[in-house]
């Protein structure tokens, strides 16, 4: 009787409100394979829920997001993130931040979160900032210079980058919509995966020649 009521104040909602519930949740890690039995689960919505009587403080907690990171790297930028990795207290809840450094002619390369939408506020520094809206709509590029205090949003799924083009290292702190936002960066994906994609594909698709392919490939190799 309770079950049937439940589902009556169930289908009712789903009247109601029929994209509010009548959809599977956002997915919130690449994949997550069905089991039967909790034996071989690792994930639920996420992560399994720690038994609230034993949480603290410290699961809510982060430090250290003041610090430079390092940036002698190919692309002369680094990304500290704190998601429902090094910060459980974010599970199911939706939101995550990053620290973003970057050298002198640093960047942060063309990506995509394929699970969040980033807000983007500069902290120090000049950036030229872009993202480019998909096939439909003309792969459309919406750009603009940040300085310190300017914000700028980058919807979810959209390739978009972050330049510095000041005379100084820059940094920008991130907001991204999911406790486990996923980065796809385009070049390492395309070029760098493992094992990699037939050459003659990518040459194809890039309109390249295929010893130019080669050479990118061994560039990206993990
Ligand atoms: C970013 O900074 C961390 C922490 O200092 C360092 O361990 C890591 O190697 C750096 N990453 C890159 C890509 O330079």
Do not use: W
Not at 22 to 49: E, I, M, R, Y
Not at 123 to 131: A, D, I, K, P, R
């Amino acid at each position: 009787m309770k079950n049937l009521s439940f589902l009556a104040v169930l289908s009712l909602l789903a009247l109601t409100f029929p994209l509010a519930i009548a959809s599977d949740p956002s997915p919130l890690q690449d994949f997550c394979v069905g089991v039967n039995t909790p034996a071989d689960g690792v994930f639920v919505n996420g992560k399994f829920c720690k038994d609230p009587k034993l949480v603290t403080s410290d699961d809510f907690f982060f430090t250290g997001l003041q610090k430079a990171r390092p940036v002698a790297n190919a692309v002369g930028s680094n990304v500290t993130a704190v998601n429902v990795n090094n910060l459980p207290g974010l599970n199911t809840l939706g939101i995550s931040i990053v620290r973003i450094d970057y050298g002198v002619n640093g960047q942060n390369p063309p990506h995509t979160h394929p699970r969040a939408t980033e807000i983007l506020y500069v902290g120090h520094g000049t950036l030229l900032v872009g993202f480019v809206t998909s096939n439909g709509d003309g792969n459309r590029l919406f750009t603009k210079t940040l300085k310190e205090g300017d914000v700028f949003v980058f919807p979810e799924g959209l390739i978009h980058f972050q330049a510095n083009i000041g005379k100084f290292p820059a940094v920008a702190f991130a907001a991204l919509s999911s406790q486990n936002p996923g980065v796809v960066t385009i070049a390492n994906t395309v070029f760098g995966s493992n094992p990699a994609i037939d050459p003659n594909v990518l040459a194809r698709a890039f309109q390249l020649d295929p010893k130019v392919v080669l050479d990118l490939q061994n560039k990206f190799k993990k």
